[in-house]
């Protein structure tokens, strides 16, 4: 059963750097390519970030290159999305799950957490 679980987001100023945390407390996932995705009020969900089950392969949405880095330690059970320059474009509801490429294959979707980014 998934049970995922955002953690890390907040409020903070156009410029500054969040951390986000993902965990399943339902299942192990080291063996999943996991993503980011998010969604900002009146939008659709979108794609956010990729890492592949070893974590070697890595990529992102044209907007977050460069800025955002997505990490995972397996032996924790958690991926992180570390965000850094941030924009108020990127305020959104943060979600994680295993992801094909640049879509989720799970409809099932935690609370995910809230990232906000004054200008």
């Known amino acids: 059963q998934v049970q995922l679980a955002e953690s890390g987001g907040g409020l903070v100023q156009a410029g500054g750097s969040l951390r986000l945390s993902c965990a399943d407390s339902?299942?192990?996932?080291?063996?999943?390519?996991m993503g980011w995705f998010r969604q900002a009020p009146g939008k659709e969900r979108e794609f956010v970030a990729f890492v592949s089950w070893s974590g070697v392969v890595t990529y992102y949405a044209d907007s977050e290159k460069g800025r955002f880095t997505i990490t995972r330690d397996n032996a924790k059970n958690t991926v992180y999305l570390q965000m850094n320059s941030l924009k108020p474009e990127d305020s959104a509801i943060y979600y994680c799950?295993?992801?094909?490429?640049?879509?989720?294959?799970?409809?099932?979707w935690g609370q995910g957490t809230q990232v906000t980014v004054s200008s």
């Open positions: 799950n295993e992801a094909r490429s640049r879509a989720a294959v799970s409809d099932s």
């Open positions: 339902g299942r192990i996932f080291s063996n999943d390519n």
